[in-house]
């Protein structure tokens, strides 16, 4: 069975400084990963996702995260964080069954910024 | 780019009542589409694949005959809660897939259900 564990519930940093959030998984075959983020009373937005290629994947909003596959992290960077990045974010894996993708998301990460 | 509808964006309802949320597809076909839950602080949990013309699959611990799913068209899926109790409010939200890219997954803007 898939899962994904977000070690971080919440995470304070200052405006300017850099970010990352932890998402490790756990997936029988090579995952498709995704990152979402969620402002509050609000649906998903895509943030970035790896299917294959490049390790580095580079998202929206300046986001970018890397796949590690022998550490099977897939942890989420931003150099300089904005203070409307405050939000919850959300580590998922996901992979193909029948016609589509069945997404198992991570308990989330709460993100703080302090200006 | 692709939209996905969800209606209404939010419901208030009395207990014992039913409430049905619509999910669609507003420029493309999917087969397939997926209902989530997600209560407040928590995470998303897939409660169902919908799956078009055919009977929704339902993860462990989620009663069907609860929360009936119906994928009539390619571009609608219905998620109707029955008999709704104040434990059912919750946050839901499909992702719908468009037909022949399954990597591809564009999320509703979700649904707020208060059962009161």
């Known amino acids: 069975a898939q899962s994904v564990t977000q070690p971080d519930i919440h ?42 290629g490049d390790t580095l ?5 300046g986001f970018e995260a890397e796949f590690k596959r ?17 939000a919850e974010y959300f580590c998922a894996v996901g992979g193909l069954t029948g016609g589509g993708n069945k997404l198992t998301f991570g308990t989330g990460t709460q993100l703080k910024v302090e200006l | 780019g692709a ?5 209404p964006s939010w419901v208030i309802c009395k207990s014992g009542t ?7 597809s507003l420029d493309f076909q999917a087969t397939t589409m997926f209902w989530y839950r997600q209560f407040p602080k928590q995470s998303l949990m897939l409660m169902a694949t ?14 069907k005959d609860k929360f009936l799913i119906n994928h009539a ?44």
Request: with cysteine.
């Open chain 2, 73 to 116: 068209s390619l571009t609608l899926s219905t998620l109707t809660v029955t008999s709704a109790h104040p434990e059912d409010s919750s946050f839901y939200i499909c992702s719908a897939h468009p037909t022949g890219s399954g990597n591809t997954i564009y999320f509703g803007e979700g649904s707020w259900l208060t059962v009161v």
């Open chain 2, 18 to 24: 039913s409430v049905k949320i619509e999910c669609r």
């Open chain 1, 70 to 86: 022998s550490q099977s992290s897939f942890n989420l960077r931003k150099p300089s964080v904005h203070w409307s990045d405050a």
């Open chain 2, 3 to 7: 939209v996905v509808s969800q209606h």
């Open chain 1, 57 to 61: 994947v580079q998202g929206i909003k």
């Open chain 2, 50 to 63: 919908s799956n078009e013309g055919s009977k929704a699959t339902y993860e462990q611990g989620v009663e």
């Open chain 1, 11 to 52: 995470i304070t940093v200052s405006e300017g400084a850099s970010l990352e959030l932890r998402c490790n998984y756990s997936y029988g075959a090579t995952p498709y990963l995704f990152w979402y983020v969620q402002s509050p009373g609000q649906g998903l937005q895509l943030l970035l996702k790896y299917f294959s």
